[in-house]
């Protein structure tokens, strides 16, 4: 069996981490580790650590893993190289972000897969990742003048209140995008909620109908190679279609405000969700993504 040893990230490590992810993902125009690896060593420090495996000191695989909260761990940016794929590489990368944030307090460790990535959705089972919850992007245009009929709160005692219970926190099992983590997913509480960018309900009058919240605006170069604005919104939750046609309406309206040209909005991967989006007239993309879970109790050096 092939001797792998783990160790952080250098700075000179790059050249061999960008020879072996530069194609990784073909169907999306490239992978993003190359243009964010030096990022990553310059910015690890107590609450991230990136991680290369080694084979006769040569790197043949990177991951980093990111503690989210006091006990919460996010694992990103699992690649190994091909001509090494299947020599026990991931696990050893695997353990090491593990054992990192166990290190520090963290109970649970998570990631994100594509739903079309079996590949890694069977790594990701076979060094104990279970499955989380599912979830797909609704992407309404930003829009100044969308209108609804709802009344907006922009409490975020009240956004919590109503999604809390929801089907969205049910069947995400609580969880939403993090505040400062791109692409992490964590648990939505009050104080997440109170810190994001913007945080709001729509009422009737009686009754909460629906909820989001904005996580960051971003930069992204759309098909025809021209930087567009997106405006990210951690979850959303809505009582049916008609609220879900007001909080798409609200979405557009805050994202326009924000200074964003798109919306890009996570909900869950159920038939509800998705075919209220379709009677709602909400795009949304293609393809779901998973996230799955590692329990961190008993993990400790080996």
Not at 8 to 26: L, N
């Given at each position: 069996?092939?001797?792998?040893?783990?160790?952080?990230?250098?700075?000179?490590?790059?050249?061999?981490?960008?020879?072996?992810?530069?194609?990784?993902?073909?169907?999306?125009?490239?992978?993003?580790?190359?243009?964010?690896?030096?990022?990553?060593?310059?910015?690890?420090?107590?609450?991230?650590?990136?991680?290369?495996?080694?084979?006769?000191?040569?790197?043949?695989?990177?991951?980093?893993?990111?503690?989210?909260?006091?006990?919460?761990?996010?694992?990103?940016?699992?690649?190994?190289?091909?001509?090494?794929?299947?020599?026990?590489?991931?696990?050893?990368?695997?353990?090491?972000?593990?054992?990192?944030?166990?290190?520090?307090?963290?109970?649970?460790?998570?990631?994100?897969?594509?739903?079309?990535?079996?590949?890694?959705?069977?790594?990701?089972?076979?060094?104990?990742?279970?499955?989380?919850?599912?979830?797909?992007?609704?992407?309404?245009?930003?829009?100044?003048?969308?209108?609804?009929?709802?009344?907006?709160?922009?409490?975020?005692?009240?956004?919590?209140?109503?999604f809390r219970g929801?089907?969205?926190?049910?069947?995400?099992?609580?969880?939403?995008?993090?505040?400062?983590?791109?692409?992490?997913?964590?648990?939505?509480?009050?104080?997440?909620?109170?810190?994001?960018?913007?945080?709001?309900?729509?009422?009737?009058?009686?009754?909460?109908?629906?909820?989001?919240?904005?996580?960051?605006?971003?930069?992204?170069?759309?098909?025809?190679?021209?930087?567009?604005?997106?405006?990210?919104?951690?979850?959303?939750?809505?009582?049916?279609?008609?609220?879900?046609?007001?909080?798409?309406?609200?979405?557009?309206?805050?994202?326009?405000?924000?200074?964003?040209?798109?919306?890009?909005?996570?909900?869950?991967?159920?038939?509800?969700?998705?075919?209220?989006?379709?009677?709602?007239?909400?795009?949304?993309?293609?393809?779901?993504?998973?996230?799955?879970?590692?329990?961190?109790?008993?993990?400790?050096r080996r």
């Amino acid at each position: 069996m092939t001797a792998v040893e783990t160790r952080p990230a250098r700075h000179d490590d790059r050249e061999a981490v960008v020879a072996f992810t530069e194609d990784t993902f073909p169907r999306l125009g490239g992978d993003y580790i190359p243009r964010v690896f030096e990022e990553w060593v310059e910015t690890d420090g107590p609450d991230q650590r990136t991680v290369v495996a080694c084979v006769d000191g040569r790197p043949v695989g990177v991951c980093q893993g990111v503690l989210l909260s006091d006990h919460e761990a996010w694992a990103q940016g699992m690649r190994v190289a091909p001509a090494f794929r299947g020599d026990g590489v991931s696990p050893e990368l695997s353990h090491a972000v593990f054992e990192w944030a166990a290190d520090r307090g963290a109970t649970v460790c998570r990631n994100m897969v594509f739903s079309w990535n079996a590949a890694g959705l069977g790594q990701s089972r076979a060094v104990g990742f279970e499955p989380a919850a599912e979830f797909r992007w609704l992407e309404p245009d930003a829009d100044p003048d969308a209108g609804h009929d709802l009344v907006r709160s922009d409490d975020p005692a009240d956004a919590w209140s109503a999604f809390r219970g929801s089907h969205a926190d049910r069947r995400l099992d609580g969880l939403g995008l993090d505040l400062a983590e791109s692409w992490a997913l964590a648990e939505v509480t009050r104080p997440r909620l109170a810190a994001a960018d913007s945080a709001f309900a729509l009422h009737d009058g009686d009754r909460r109908r629906a909820m989001s919240y904005r996580t960051r605006t971003v930069e992204r170069e759309n098909d025809d190679g021209v930087e567009e604005t997106w405006a990210e919104y951690g979850v959303a939750a809505w009582a049916d279609h008609g609220a879900l046609s007001a909080l798409s309406a609200a979405v557009a309206r805050d994202a326009a405000a924000a200074g964003a040209d798109r919306a890009r909005v996570l909900v869950p991967e159920t038939p509800r969700h998705v075919s209220d989006a379709a009677y709602a007239r909400v795009p949304f993309a293609d393809d779901p993504d998973f996230v799955l879970e590692r329990d961190l109790t008993g993990v400790g050096r080996r």
